[in-house]
């Protein structure tokens, strides 16, 4: 096989023949979903119709995703691309209608890469019933981009969205699962620390999970701790909510090869990013219900309440300790982690 | 002014309190066009919301944009990625909505410069009066990625929107101005050419401009020629609706300067990238209106009708020359200048 067929070349971005045939021959065909509208991707038009919907909010959100390596434990940069996007509209109460993908290669890609990578992208959309309607697909130099770039754009449609500053006293606060998975495993992944675990990321799309505890009512906020992780997301919420979340650092669920490799590297599992979970702020009344419904779920079984909200301290995260000590969890300067997503 | 304060640093795409003061600092404060819906920009949320509109189909757009220079003779990388996106929805006849910006910064890239490309950004948007109202900030290592590329996603309303496959024969088609500006004044700006010309790119959203057509009727296909230019442009819009586009060569409106730079580097100014034209195919009855309200535009005082559409030759792109020859002009392989937008 010639270089010409099985890497990428700077024609394959140009808009032209070359690239018409990469994306007929190695994207199209894996992403045939049902489309929303009148004129789909197959069109390769300018873009794509959406049919309006009869009722309901639409909830757009954007990320693009240089996580490194691309390929990792758990994963690659087409499952993250697919997960972290829909993600953000599920944490806002959104059932996805349409995504967008626009690729970034770098010269010199395989192309078998592009084919493994866009199977995820496929598979983890159709975990959640999504369609991609439009793309894009550039192509830079060698050494002008580190591989492959990802931006997913994401149209939900939720009724209503669900924000994460309306978080109220008395609310319990709960994770759906354990915390840090994603980023530990990418730093393990590494080659710099040649880490041998098990440690898998988490990513995945939780949609299917959050639309079963949505017909529950109650729940008041919602976030996806990526970047920045647990951390983070709480902090985001106690300020943007004017409360403050009292955790209890015990109750917050975590794989032991987590607490082994952060205790190992000196970073705190709580400020690394997930990407298959979610933090939900609920009413102390349907707490128990929306517990029980996520931990049936494949993807919630180590649910668990980790606090309260409460007015103690406005717009700070106390973390309560396992001796009985109390301090406040600051909202990180950043990631700990560059390019875990 | 320290390096920390006037350079990217890792910790700005780190998803904590540094990415937010420099979207608080230097991105939000220019965006901040009346949002479409209940959850904006300003809540820094998962996501932000739309209301649903009362008519129409919903319009998607994407596109990546890895342009070099980023600063070039009529523009710079965020003018273009407000108007390459815009005019995707333009030419399916959509007004826009809602636009995301998600941005991929080098590290040590210079503050300074992520303030003028925001200032273009939002200029061009508000020219098009569209709001952002989501967003992501990546940052990669130097060498990692050069400089930066911006994505930027629309939704726009259209009632109907106009795809590029229904060109009918005997329909006119033109051009909103000159071709191929853009791509000859990047050429020209590279420093490996050093080339002292005047020309500037065509870089505008031509949005305003074909909102102002569109009430008229009679359009049945539109498209903006940007990578591979013309030439690629019309032969998508033959193949897909399965006519010939007849075109007259002469007719195309040549800036001499492009035309100079064409014979003098050896590429055909039909290949090269346009950002602020759009071609339209119309019906022969509203053929002369559609033109002089083009034309009554500032974008379109040079707007010409180039051509007609027939069943000569299906699929094809037949140029007639100067010279009273016909020859067919293909689609290109690629637009023969590497990031071009």
Redo the contacts between chains.
């Keep these: 096989m010639s270089i010409e067929n099985d890497r990428i070349t700077?024609?394959?971005?140009?808009?032209?023949?070359?690239?018409g045939k990469l994306l007929a021959e190695h994207v199209l065909p894996r992403l045939q979903h049902a489309a929303p509208?009148?004129?789909d991707l197959n069109?390769?038009?300018?873009?794509?119709?959406?049919?309006?919907?009869a009722?309901?909010?639409?909830?757009?959100?954007?990320?693009?995703?240089?996580v490194k390596p691309i390929f990792f434990p758990g994963g690659d940069i087409g499952t993250l691309a697919a997960a972290g996007t829909l993600?953000?509209?599920a944490?806002?109460g959104?059932r996805p209608i349409?995504v967008?993908?626009?690729?970034?290669i770098e010269e010199d890609f395989p192309i078998a890469d592009i084919d493994r990578i866009v199977a995820s992208f496929a598979e983890t959309l159709e975990s959640a019933d999504a369609a991609v309607?439009?793309?894009?697909t550039?192509?830079?130099?060698r050494?002008?981009?580190?591989g492959i770039?990802i931006?997913t754009?994401a149209?939900?449609i939720?009724d209503?969205?669900i924000?994460?500053?309306d978080a109220q006293p008395g609310d319990v606060v709960l994770v759906t699962g354990t915390i840090g998975d994603h980023g530990m495993a990418l730093l393990a992944a590494r080659e710099e620390f040649h880490l041998e675990t098990e440690l898998v990321s988490d990513v995945a799309s939780v949609w299917p999970m959050i639309a079963e505890i949505l017909p529950l009512g109650g729940i008041h906020a919602m976030?996806?701790p990526?970047?920045?992780g647990l951390a983070?997301a709480l902090n985001?919420m106690a300020r943007?909510s004017g409360k403050c979340f009292e955790i209890d650092e015990q109750s917050i669920p975590l794989r032991s090869e987590v607490q082994g490799l952060s205790d190992l590297l000196g970073i705190s599992p709580l400020t690394v990013?997930n990407e298959g979970k979610a933090v939900v702020v609920v009413s102390p009344e349907v707490a128990d219900r929306v517990l029980t419904t996520i931990q049936a779920h494949p993807l919630g079984k180590d649910a668990a309440i980790i606090g309260t909200v409460s007015e103690t301290y406005p717009e700070r995260v106390v973390l309560g300790t396992e001796v009985g000590g109390r301090r406040f969890l600051d909202?990180?300067?950043?990631?700990?982690v560059?390019?875990i997503c």
């Design positions: 700077p024609l394959h971005g140009a808009g032209g023949e070359m690239m509208g009148r004129i069109a390769m038009d300018d873009g794509a119709t959406i049919d309006l919907p009722t309901g909010e639409l909830v757009m959100t954007t990320d693009s995703h240089v993600n953000d509209l944490v806002m959104a349409a967008s993908l626009a690729v970034i309607i439009c793309g894009d550039k192509v830079m130099g050494g002008e981009i580190d770039a931006n754009t149209l939900g939720a209503p969205a924000g994460d500053a976030k996806d990526t970047r920045g983070a985001e943007k990013a909202m990180p300067l950043g990631d700990p560059p390019r």
